[in-house]
């Protein structure tokens, strides 16, 4: 959830409990203190009226998901305010004797403040489902990340395992061109060896030819 949104939202609900208690105070009330608390009730729902514009714009610049969850939050708080305005209302029409005052805070008052005391009570509980909510889908996108980061890593690891294995293999086919370079040498030694065999032998068969010539001629 938007940090700037629970902001607002703290302050609006701080503020709905202040307005709530200034409306009873100024229902006992007669005169110019009378007037003086209503005049810093309407105030103070100006105030409330900007937090709440202010909630509803941040809620709609956010993701589909979480502005959804946000602007239902939101309606909760509206209506918390139309009660508190008709609250006010009611309190403003209220030059009347003490008889019809007293009656009218016993009954339309009471009841509003009820109804106002359990329109905040549930707007608690829906806060605090959203702020689970919330919170579940922080763990989850903490998870994703945690998640992402890990396959990253994997993927670095087999990124050098392939790195090593092309060095690997780069080295063994060095290693088969110096066995092929050795194995040629070897083959031009061998066909020396062979060639140089063949001259000496036909050396040693001349000598031989010479030797007994020479001897056939001395006993002639």
């Given at each position: ?60 610049s956010l993701q ?84 992402e980061e890990l ?70």
């Amino acid at each position: 959830m938007s940090e700037v949104f629970e902001g607002y939202e703290r302050q609006y609900c701080e503020l709905s409990s202040n307005l709530s208690r200034k409306c009873t105070a100024a229902g006992a009330l007669d005169g110019e203190k009378k007037k003086q608390k209503l005049s810093e009730v309407r105030t103070g729902l100006e105030d409330a009226e900007s937090l709440i514009r202010k909630m509803d714009l941040e809620a709609r610049s956010l993701q589909p998901n979480v502005k959804a969850m946000l602007l239902a939050k939101l309606r909760e708080y509206k209506s918390d305010l139309n009660n508190l305005k008709t609250e006010v209302k009611r309190i403003a029409s209220g030059n009347l004797n003490p008889a019809a005052r007293d009656q009218l805070l016993e009954s339309g008052m009471a009841d509003a403040l009820m109804a106002s005391a359990d329109q905040r009570s549930r707007l608690m509980v829906s806060t605090e489902r959203l702020n689970q909510s919330s919170d579940r889908i922080k763990d989850g996108r903490r998870t994703m990340l945690e998640t992402e980061e890990l396959g990253v890593s994997i993927l670095q690891d087999l990124h050098q395992q392939r790195q090593s294995l092309l060095h690997a293999h780069n080295t063994l086919h060095g290693v088969d061109d110096n066995i092929g370079k050795s194995k040629k040498v070897l083959n031009a030694m061998l066909r020396r060896m062979n060639r140089n065999k063949w001259i000496i032998g036909a050396v040693i068969a001349v000598l031989l030819v010479a030797i007994v010539l020479i001897l056939y001629f001395k006993l002639k």
